[in-house]
Protein backbone atom coordinates (compact mmCIF):
# COMPACT_ATOMS: atom_id res chain seq x y z
CA UNK A 1 0.00 0.00 0.00
CA UNK A 2 1.35 3.29 -1.01
CA UNK A 3 1.73 5.91 1.87
CA UNK A 4 0.48 9.08 0.57
CA UNK A 5 2.23 12.84 0.98
CA UNK A 6 0.13 13.79 3.91
CA UNK A 7 0.35 10.39 5.82
CA UNK A 8 4.41 11.18 5.25
CA UNK A 9 3.89 15.17 6.27
CA UNK A 10 1.90 13.95 9.22
CA UNK A 11 4.72 11.37 10.26
CA UNK A 12 7.06 14.00 9.59
CA UNK A 13 5.65 16.42 12.00
CA UNK A 14 5.37 13.67 14.90
CA UNK A 15 8.82 13.02 14.65
CA UNK A 16 9.46 16.73 14.62
CA UNK A 17 7.47 17.11 17.18
CA UNK A 18 9.01 14.32 19.71
CA UNK A 19 12.72 15.77 18.60
CA UNK A 20 12.42 18.97 19.24
CA UNK A 21 13.51 18.74 22.76
CA UNK A 22 16.12 16.87 21.82
CA UNK A 23 17.33 19.39 19.34
CA UNK A 24 16.76 21.81 21.37
CA UNK A 25 18.74 20.78 24.38
CA UNK A 26 21.79 20.20 22.33
CA UNK A 27 21.62 23.41 20.99
CA UNK A 28 21.84 25.06 24.34
CA UNK A 29 24.73 22.58 25.90
CA UNK A 30 27.20 24.43 23.16
CA UNK A 31 25.71 27.53 24.19
CA UNK A 32 29.03 30.04 25.62
CA UNK A 33 26.02 31.88 27.95
CA UNK A 34 25.98 31.55 32.08
CA UNK A 35 22.66 31.15 31.93
CA UNK A 36 20.22 29.29 30.37
CA UNK A 37 18.65 30.77 26.99
CA UNK A 38 17.84 30.24 23.30
CA UNK A 39 19.17 30.99 21.25
CA UNK A 40 22.32 31.17 22.36
CA UNK A 41 24.34 34.56 21.46
CA UNK A 42 27.74 32.32 20.91
CA UNK A 43 28.87 28.39 20.70
CA UNK A 44 31.10 27.14 22.76
CA UNK A 45 32.24 23.75 24.54
CA UNK A 46 32.59 25.16 28.21
CA UNK A 47 29.91 23.67 29.96
CA UNK A 48 31.14 19.78 28.52
CA UNK A 49 34.70 21.09 30.17
CA UNK A 50 32.81 22.10 33.46
CA UNK A 51 30.78 18.70 33.51
CA UNK A 52 34.48 17.39 33.53
CA UNK A 53 35.59 18.95 36.07
CA UNK A 54 32.51 18.70 38.16
CA UNK A 55 33.11 16.72 41.09
CA UNK A 56 29.57 16.62 42.60
CA UNK A 57 28.27 15.16 38.82
CA UNK A 58 31.03 12.74 39.08
CA UNK A 59 30.71 11.48 42.43
CA UNK A 60 26.61 10.89 41.58
CA UNK A 61 27.46 9.19 38.11
CA UNK A 62 29.39 6.74 39.75
CA UNK A 63 27.10 6.18 42.04
CA UNK A 64 24.54 5.64 39.18
CA UNK A 65 26.56 3.31 37.45
CA UNK A 66 27.16 0.85 40.37
CA UNK A 67 23.23 0.72 41.30
CA UNK A 68 21.88 0.45 38.07
CA UNK A 69 24.79 -2.16 37.48
CA UNK A 70 23.54 -3.98 40.88
CA UNK A 71 20.09 -3.90 40.00
CA UNK A 72 20.43 -5.23 36.32
CA UNK A 73 22.11 -8.07 37.67
CA UNK A 74 19.74 -8.71 40.75
CA UNK A 75 16.99 -7.52 37.88
CA UNK A 76 18.22 -10.69 35.82
CA UNK A 77 18.98 -13.16 38.47
CA UNK A 78 15.10 -13.02 39.94
CA UNK A 79 13.42 -11.98 36.75
CA UNK A 80 14.44 -15.14 34.70
CA UNK A 81 12.94 -18.34 36.95
CA UNK A 82 9.99 -15.81 37.69
CA UNK A 83 9.70 -15.46 33.49
CA UNK A 84 10.21 -19.36 33.42
CA UNK A 85 7.27 -19.89 35.13
CA UNK A 86 5.50 -18.00 33.94
CA UNK A 87 5.98 -18.58 29.80
CA UNK A 88 5.73 -22.42 31.26
CA UNK A 89 2.70 -22.23 32.81
CA UNK A 90 4.48 -23.31 36.11
CA UNK A 91 2.97 -20.12 38.16
CA UNK A 92 -0.58 -19.34 37.54
CA UNK A 93 -1.24 -15.92 34.97
CA UNK A 94 -2.21 -14.11 37.60
CA UNK A 95 1.58 -14.25 38.99
CA UNK A 96 2.79 -12.60 35.88
CA UNK A 97 -0.17 -9.45 36.31
CA UNK A 98 1.30 -8.92 39.69
CA UNK A 99 4.48 -9.16 38.63
CA UNK A 100 3.85 -5.80 36.11
CA UNK A 101 1.36 -4.27 38.87
CA UNK A 102 4.07 -1.61 39.44
CA UNK A 103 3.32 0.27 36.42
CA UNK A 104 0.06 1.01 37.07
CA UNK A 105 1.09 2.99 39.72
CA UNK A 106 2.26 6.52 39.69
CA UNK A 107 5.99 6.80 40.82
CA UNK A 108 4.96 9.22 43.42
CA UNK A 109 2.77 6.85 45.75
CA UNK A 110 5.79 4.17 44.76
CA UNK A 111 7.89 6.72 46.37
CA UNK A 112 6.23 7.40 49.57
CA UNK A 113 5.26 3.80 49.89
CA UNK A 114 8.67 2.87 49.82
CA UNK A 115 9.74 5.38 52.22
CA UNK A 116 7.56 4.38 55.20
CA UNK A 117 8.70 0.86 54.83
CA UNK A 118 12.44 1.44 54.37
CA UNK A 119 12.80 3.87 57.07
CA UNK A 120 12.44 1.70 59.82
CA UNK A 121 14.65 -0.71 58.39
CA UNK A 122 17.48 2.12 58.48
CA UNK A 123 17.69 1.46 54.67
CA UNK A 124 17.12 5.13 53.72
CA UNK A 125 20.16 6.74 51.80
CA UNK A 126 22.07 3.89 51.19
CA UNK A 127 23.03 1.42 48.20
CA UNK A 128 20.85 -1.69 49.39
CA UNK A 129 17.83 0.25 50.38
CA UNK A 130 18.49 2.27 47.11
CA UNK A 131 18.49 -1.15 44.93
CA UNK A 132 15.22 -2.64 46.47
CA UNK A 133 13.49 0.68 45.84
CA UNK A 134 14.84 0.15 41.99
CA UNK A 135 13.89 -3.51 41.57
CA UNK A 136 10.27 -2.32 42.00
CA UNK A 137 10.35 -0.61 38.28
CA UNK A 138 12.42 -2.21 37.14
CA UNK A 139 10.85 -6.26 37.60
CA UNK A 140 8.31 -5.71 35.81
CA UNK A 141 10.60 -5.17 32.56
CA UNK A 142 12.65 -7.18 32.66
CA UNK A 143 9.84 -10.25 33.39
CA UNK A 144 7.75 -8.94 30.31
CA UNK A 145 10.34 -9.05 28.03
CA UNK A 146 11.70 -12.14 29.32
CA UNK A 147 9.07 -14.33 29.04
CA UNK A 148 7.66 -13.37 25.66
CA UNK A 149 11.31 -14.29 24.69
CA UNK A 150 11.03 -17.76 26.73
CA UNK A 151 7.31 -18.04 25.42
CA UNK A 152 9.26 -18.57 21.64
CA UNK A 153 11.28 -21.44 22.69
CA UNK A 154 10.00 -24.63 21.93
CA UNK A 155 9.59 -26.98 25.33
CA UNK A 156 10.42 -30.31 23.75
CA UNK A 157 13.79 -29.24 23.62
CA UNK A 158 14.05 -30.05 27.34
CA UNK A 159 12.51 -32.98 26.89
CA UNK A 160 14.99 -33.97 24.65
CA UNK A 161 17.59 -32.93 27.13
CA UNK A 162 16.00 -34.86 29.55
CA UNK A 163 15.83 -38.16 27.65
CA UNK A 164 19.96 -37.52 27.02
CA UNK A 165 20.34 -37.67 30.45
CA UNK A 166 20.69 -33.95 31.18
CA UNK A 167 19.06 -32.77 34.52
CA UNK A 168 16.68 -29.75 34.69
CA UNK A 169 19.34 -27.26 36.27
CA UNK A 170 22.01 -28.35 33.23
CA UNK A 171 19.34 -27.75 30.58
CA UNK A 172 18.25 -24.56 31.65
CA UNK A 173 21.40 -23.53 31.24
CA UNK A 174 23.13 -24.79 28.35
CA UNK A 175 19.88 -24.88 26.18
CA UNK A 176 16.68 -22.12 27.68
CA UNK A 177 19.92 -19.90 28.26
CA UNK A 178 21.31 -19.70 25.26
CA UNK A 179 18.60 -19.80 23.04
CA UNK A 180 17.00 -16.42 25.18
CA UNK A 181 20.05 -14.61 25.35
CA UNK A 182 18.70 -11.84 22.82
CA UNK A 183 16.19 -11.39 25.32
CA UNK A 184 18.39 -11.49 28.54
CA UNK A 185 20.51 -8.72 26.81
CA UNK A 186 17.49 -6.71 25.74
CA UNK A 187 15.75 -6.29 29.16
CA UNK A 188 19.57 -6.38 30.81
CA UNK A 189 19.64 -3.23 28.91
CA UNK A 190 16.31 -1.98 29.13
CA UNK A 191 16.90 -2.51 32.57
CA UNK A 192 19.87 -0.28 33.29
CA UNK A 193 18.76 2.52 31.94
CA UNK A 194 15.70 2.92 33.85
CA UNK A 195 17.13 2.31 36.55
CA UNK A 196 20.13 4.78 35.52
CA UNK A 197 16.91 7.09 34.84
CA UNK A 198 14.65 6.74 37.45
CA UNK A 199 14.44 9.94 39.47
CA UNK A 200 10.88 10.02 41.14
CA UNK A 201 11.31 7.26 43.69
CA UNK A 202 14.99 8.53 44.14
CA UNK A 203 13.55 11.79 45.45
CA UNK A 204 12.19 10.10 48.58
CA UNK A 205 15.38 7.50 49.48
CA UNK A 206 18.33 9.67 48.75
CA UNK A 207 20.73 11.36 51.26
CA UNK A 208 23.80 14.17 51.39
CA UNK A 209 26.54 11.44 51.69
CA UNK A 210 24.71 9.38 48.72
CA UNK A 211 22.47 10.73 45.53
CA UNK A 212 22.19 9.99 42.06
CA UNK A 213 22.93 11.41 38.64
CA UNK A 214 19.39 11.90 37.94
CA UNK A 215 18.93 13.58 41.64
CA UNK A 216 21.94 15.44 41.02
CA UNK A 217 20.39 17.10 38.20
CA UNK A 218 17.26 17.84 39.60
CA UNK A 219 19.04 19.88 42.46
CA UNK A 220 21.07 21.62 40.43
CA UNK A 221 19.16 23.24 38.52
CA UNK A 222 16.83 24.71 42.43
CA UNK A 223 20.26 26.57 42.56
CA UNK A 224 21.60 27.71 39.25
CA UNK A 225 20.05 28.35 35.58
CA UNK A 226 23.42 27.69 33.64
CA UNK A 227 23.74 25.39 30.69
CA UNK A 228 25.79 22.59 32.50
CA UNK A 229 22.05 20.85 33.13
CA UNK A 230 22.28 20.61 29.06
CA UNK A 231 25.57 19.41 28.80
CA UNK A 232 25.12 16.27 31.06
CA UNK A 233 21.63 15.38 29.65
CA UNK A 234 23.02 15.25 25.87
CA UNK A 235 25.92 13.43 27.12
CA UNK A 236 23.61 10.81 28.51
CA UNK A 237 20.98 10.84 25.33
CA UNK A 238 24.55 9.89 23.46
CA UNK A 239 25.54 7.05 25.76
CA UNK A 240 21.84 5.52 25.48
CA UNK A 241 21.61 5.92 22.00
CA UNK A 242 25.14 4.10 21.03
CA UNK A 243 24.10 1.26 23.84
CA UNK A 244 20.65 0.12 22.75
CA UNK A 245 22.11 0.86 18.76
CA UNK A 246 24.79 -1.36 19.53
CA UNK A 247 22.04 -4.13 21.23
CA UNK A 248 20.11 -3.75 18.49
CA UNK A 249 22.51 -4.92 15.82
CA UNK A 250 23.54 -7.70 18.77
CA UNK A 251 20.52 -9.07 18.88
CA UNK A 252 18.10 -7.05 17.72
CA UNK A 253 16.90 -5.22 20.48
CA UNK A 254 13.78 -2.93 18.83
CA UNK A 255 12.10 -6.55 17.75
CA UNK A 256 12.75 -7.92 20.89
CA UNK A 257 10.60 -5.13 22.55
CA UNK A 258 8.13 -4.82 19.75
CA UNK A 259 6.98 -8.21 20.36
CA UNK A 260 6.04 -7.41 23.68
CA UNK A 261 4.34 -4.52 22.99
Same mark, same amino acid.
Given at each position: ?? *??????? +??????????????????? %????????? $??????????????? =??????????? %?????????? &??? /??? +???? +?????????? *????????????????????????? =?????????????? /?????????? *?????????? +?????????????????? %? $????????????? &??????? !???????????? !?????????????? $???????????????????????????? %??????? !?????????
Amino acid at each position: MK *VGWITRL +LATLGYGFLLAPIILVCII %SVSADNYLG $FPPSSLSLRWFVALS =QNSEMLSAART %SLLLSATVTL &IAL /AVG +LPAA +LAVARGWAPP *VVGLLLSAPLLLPSLVIGLALLIVL =QPLALLATLPGLAL /AHLVVVMPFV *VRIMTTSLAG +LPPDLDDAAATLGASPWR %S $FWRITVPLALPGV &IASATLA !FLVSFDEVVISL !FLVGPRLTTLSVAM $FRYTERHADPLVAAVAVTLVAITVVVVL %SVDRLVG !FSRTIGRVS
